[in-house]
């Protein structure tokens, strides 16, 4: 299973953008799909996630009202639409998927994912 992110680049400080991240290979059911992101020298972070049984979304606090996640038509596709982007925006951003379902209290955790994709590059400037 391999999920493929794209959509990164670079943008201005306030731009926009949408990453996309879909599956490719064989099929495969999962309970939520998350973005998290990493910045050379620091830890992984967690962006946003979206549990599909119920719908519902989490934020991470420094990119929650400006980033929103959604699900795509086909299965297993998670969108990341970035607006008012900030310098300290600036990493690689991943789409990882979760077989297990997911309580509240773990969407946040990388741990939790099984599949994760290969990386998109997000730079913003000043």
């Known amino acids: 299973v391999q999920l493929q992110a794209s959509g990164g680049g670079s943008v201005q400080a306030g731009g926009s953008l949408r990453l996309s991240c879909a599956p490719s290979?064989?099929?495969?059911?999962?309970?939520?799909m998350g973005w998290f992101r990493q910045v050379p020298g620091k830890e992984c972070e967690f962006v946003a996630a979206l549990r599909w049984r119920d719908g519902t979304t989490y934020y991470g606090d420094s990119v929650k009202f400006r980033f929103t996640i959604s699900r795509g038509t086909a299965k297993n596709t998670v969108y990341l639409q970035m607006n008012n982007l900030k310098l300290e925006d600036t990493a690689v951003y991943y789409c990882?998927?979760?077989?297990?379902?997911?309580?509240?209290?773990?969407?946040?955790?990388?741990?939790?994912?099984?599949?994760w994709g290969q990386g998109t590059l997000v730079t913003v400037s000043s």
């Open positions: 990882a998927a979760a077989t297990a379902w997911l309580i509240t209290s773990r969407v946040r955790s990388s741990r939790e994912y099984n599949y």
């Open positions: 290979g064989r099929t495969f059911s999962s309970n939520a």
